[in-house]
C-alpha cells in the first residue's frame, strides 16, 4: 500500500480518536444567561471516574469576594461561593461523549438540577444541561474552555 492509498484510511481513523480523547476537565468560563457576559470560571476535575466543578472565580464586577450561598438548602448553605463545589457526580456515558448522572448547582436561586454535559467537537467549548426530571425540561449553557 503506498501513502496515497493509506492517507484517507489513517485520517478516518484519527478522527474517532480525536473525539474519544474528548474531556471536561480543565478551566471553564460560564457565561450568564441574560447578559451574555462572562459569568464565573469553573474548574472540572475527575476523581475516581466522576466529575466535579468547582467555583475558581467570580467575573462580574459586583461579585463580591465574600460571598456565600445564602439561598442553598444543603450543606453549601451559607458557604463562600468561590472555592463551592456547583457539579457533581457526572460519569461518561458509554459512548464517551456525554456525561450525566450528577448535578448541578445554581448559586443564583439555590436549586439543585440534574445535569449532563457534552463536549462539543472543537474540544474548546461544552454544552451543560441542567433540568428536572427529563433533559427536556431545562436550560442549556455554553462554557468555553480556558485551559
Given amino acids: 500500500m503506498n501513502f496515497q492509498n493509506a492517507l ?27 447578559s451574555k457576559k462572562p459569568k ?34 444543603d450543606e453549601r448553605k451559607d ?6 463545589t456547583i457539579v457533581r457526580y457526572l460519569q461518561k456515558d458509554k459512548s464517551g461523549h456525554l456525561w450525566s448522572g450528577g448535578d448541578i448547582l445554581d448559586p443564583n436561586n439555590g436549586k439543585v438540577y ?14 451543560l444541561r441542567g433540568y428536572i426530571g427529563a433533559p427536556l425540561f431545562g436550560r442549556s449553557q455554553t462554557w468555553y474552555r480556558i485551559e
Avoid: H, Y
Fill in 8 to 34: 484517507p484510511t489513517l485520517v478516518a481513523l484519527a478522527i474517532p480518536m480525536q473525539l474519544f480523547g474528548q474531556t471536561p476537565v480543565g478551566l471553564w468560563r460560564s457565561i450568564d444567561d441574560v
Fill in 40 to 73: 464565573a470560571e469553573i474548574r472540572l476535575v475527575e476523581e475516581a471516574g466522576l466529575v466535579r466543578g468547582f467555583i475558581v472565580a467570580g467575573l462580574d464586577p459586583n461579585d463580591k469576594a465574600d460571598a456565600v450561598c445564602a439561598l442553598c438548602t
Fill in 79 to 84: 458557604k463562600p461561593m468561590i472555592g463551592m
Fill in 114 to 127: 440534574r445535569a449532563q454535559i457534552s463536549i462539543n467537537e472543537d474540544n474548546k467549548s461544552l454544552s
